[in-house]
């Protein structure tokens, strides 16, 4: 449920709108709790905000950030003991943000503040110097994006926005490149295959797919989503082209 209050740190129970600032460095190259997968390379890590469930790989051998709001690390490294290693802290007390990796930095994007601000923060971190830089906020700030790399740009697709009455989280079905080598912005065509959040993005063969979600009912007045209304969840599969600036669709989840 996207509506399930209170999200909390890896550090904490339970505690109603929290927003932590913490970070957290996790050294891969030993034993992992959780093994996920194997790469290539035979490592890989990714960061899993839990809400929404978006997950984003991070390339990196030696270490994974763990940044504000729910955010968990799991990891498939050679069997040995790792450990944690504390990093600078989150600029900010933030919720919900989203991240992903390019050119060896770390993005994180998006947030969520009560009582039901989306700020759309945008925030490098470099691991080599352990500092975060403070970039452009999102043109459209919302959360619960899809995200994913590409040649060293960032994809962000859709997303929920404050809805027209409180505690409403409205679909959309914007589409954005950011270029991390000139903090800028560009708007893309929109999905086609409707108003989203909550969808995941990976980059297979040059092409981004966007799949899952939620969005509205069919049929209803609504232009949000709300805790106590029915929300649809969907198989949408999309596949976006940034040689060609198109969309494809694509085979929905069974």
């Given amino acids: 449920d996207l509506f399930d209050a209170p999200h909390v740190s890896a550090s904490s129970s339970r505690a109603a709108d929290c927003a932590v600032t913490r970070s957290t460095t996790y050294d891969i190259t030993a034993k992992p709790t959780n093994i996920i997968g194997d790469s290539e390379s035979g490592r890989f890590a990714r960061v899993c905000e839990s809400m929404g469930g978006n997950m984003q790989p991070i390339q990196r051998t030696a270490a994974v950030l763990l940044v504000a709001s729910s955010v968990f690390v799991f990891s498939s490294a050679a069997r040995a003991q790792g450990h944690w290693t504390k990093a600078e802290p989150f600029p900010e007390p933030m919720e919900e943000t989203h991240a992903v ?3 060896g930095k770390l993005y994180v994007m998006g947030g969520f ?7 759309g923060i945008v925030y490098e971190y470099d691991p080599a110097s352990d500092t975060w830089t403070k970039k452009k906020n999102m043109p459209l700030p919302c959360h619960h994006m899809a995200m994913a790399e590409y040649r060293g740009k960032i994809y962000v697709m859709g997303g929920l926005v404050r809805g027209p009455r409180p505690g409403g989280w409205q679909p959309i079905d914007n589409a954005w490149e950011y270029d991390p080598a000139t903090d800028s912005w560009k708007a893309l065509p929109p ?3 409707g108003k ?10 040059g092409k981004i797919y966007v799949i899952g979600g939620a969005t509205t009912e069919p049929g209803t007045n609504e232009v949000a989503l709300y805790s106590n209304r029915p929300q649809r969840s969907v198989g949408t599969n999309e596949a976006y082209d940034p040689a060609t600036n198109t969309w494809e669709t694509r085979s929905p989840m069974p």
Avoid: D, F, S, Y
């Fill in 191 to 193: 999905m086609p295959g």
């Fill in 101 to 103: 990796t390019a050119n």
């Fill in 196 to 205: 989203r959040g909550a969808a995941i993005a990976e980059e297979v063969g």
């Fill in 113 to 119: 503040l009560p009582p039901g601000i989306a700020p």
